[in-house]
Protein backbone atom coordinates (compact mmCIF):
# COMPACT_ATOMS: atom_id res chain seq x y z
CA UNK A 1 0.00 0.00 0.00
CA UNK A 2 2.08 3.20 -1.32
CA UNK A 3 1.66 5.95 1.14
CA UNK A 4 0.36 9.71 -0.15
CA UNK A 5 1.27 12.73 1.03
CA UNK A 6 -0.14 16.42 0.07
CA UNK A 7 2.42 18.62 -1.85
CA UNK A 8 1.55 22.48 -2.63
CA UNK A 9 2.71 23.62 -5.75
CA UNK A 10 4.23 27.02 -6.60
CA UNK A 11 2.49 30.05 -8.44
CA UNK A 12 3.72 30.62 -11.20
CA UNK A 13 2.65 33.82 -13.66
CA UNK A 14 -0.88 33.30 -15.23
CA UNK A 15 -2.12 30.69 -13.09
CA UNK A 16 -3.78 30.71 -9.96
CA UNK A 17 -2.79 33.45 -6.70
CA UNK A 18 -2.45 31.19 -4.06
CA UNK A 19 -0.79 27.89 -3.68
CA UNK A 20 -3.27 24.50 -4.52
CA UNK A 21 -2.65 21.30 -2.56
CA UNK A 22 -2.05 17.87 -4.67
CA UNK A 23 -2.13 14.59 -3.66
CA UNK A 24 1.64 12.73 -4.46
CA UNK A 25 3.35 9.76 -2.93
CA UNK A 26 5.51 9.92 -0.83
CA UNK A 27 8.77 10.77 -2.70
CA UNK A 28 7.60 11.06 -6.34
CA UNK A 29 8.12 13.67 -8.48
CA UNK A 30 4.64 13.85 -10.25
CA UNK A 31 1.20 14.62 -8.63
CA UNK A 32 -1.41 12.08 -9.09
CA UNK A 33 -2.87 14.64 -12.05
CA UNK A 34 0.88 14.12 -13.48
CA UNK A 35 1.88 17.85 -12.73
CA UNK A 36 5.40 17.78 -12.07
CA UNK A 37 6.27 19.15 -8.02
CA UNK A 38 9.06 20.85 -6.81
CA UNK A 39 11.01 19.09 -4.62
CA UNK A 40 11.01 21.86 -1.94
CA UNK A 41 7.04 22.32 -1.43
CA UNK A 42 5.38 22.22 1.70
CA UNK A 43 4.28 19.19 2.44
CA UNK A 44 0.89 17.95 4.70
CA UNK A 45 0.06 14.39 5.54
CA UNK A 46 -2.41 13.15 3.83
CA UNK A 47 -4.74 12.74 6.71
CA UNK A 48 -5.16 16.58 6.39
CA UNK A 49 -6.57 16.54 3.13
CA UNK A 50 -10.19 16.84 4.72
CA UNK A 51 -9.39 20.38 5.91
CA UNK A 52 -7.93 22.17 3.00
CA UNK A 53 -10.87 24.28 1.44
CA UNK A 54 -11.64 23.19 -1.60
CA UNK A 55 -10.67 26.34 -3.55
CA UNK A 56 -7.01 25.44 -2.61
CA UNK A 57 -7.45 21.23 -3.92
CA UNK A 58 -6.26 20.17 -7.06
CA UNK A 59 -9.69 18.76 -8.04
CA UNK A 60 -7.69 16.23 -10.35
CA UNK A 61 -5.95 15.17 -7.66
CA UNK A 62 -8.67 15.22 -5.28
CA UNK A 63 -10.94 12.91 -8.04
CA UNK A 64 -7.96 10.34 -8.01
CA UNK A 65 -6.85 10.00 -4.15
CA UNK A 66 -11.11 10.01 -2.95
CA UNK A 67 -12.86 8.85 -6.00
CA UNK A 68 -16.13 8.36 -3.41
CA UNK A 69 -15.81 12.26 -2.25
CA UNK A 70 -16.91 13.41 -5.48
CA UNK A 71 -20.44 14.89 -6.32
CA UNK A 72 -23.16 12.93 -7.36
CA UNK A 73 -22.73 11.25 -10.71
CA UNK A 74 -19.44 10.22 -10.19
CA UNK A 75 -19.91 8.18 -6.74
CA UNK A 76 -18.37 4.98 -7.88
CA UNK A 77 -21.69 1.94 -7.42
CA UNK A 78 -19.45 -1.04 -5.59
CA UNK A 79 -18.12 -0.31 -2.28
CA UNK A 80 -14.51 -0.49 -1.66
CA UNK A 81 -13.31 -4.43 -1.08
CA UNK A 82 -11.97 -3.35 2.50
CA UNK A 83 -15.97 -2.40 3.66
ZN1 LIG B 1 -2.79 17.84 -8.68
Do not use: N
Not at 41 to 65: F, M, Q, S
Amino acid sequence: MPRYQLRADHVRPGEHEVPHWHVARVGAVFALCTRLLDPVTPVLPIEEAEYVPVERRCARCWDRAFPDEADGDKVSVMPPAWM
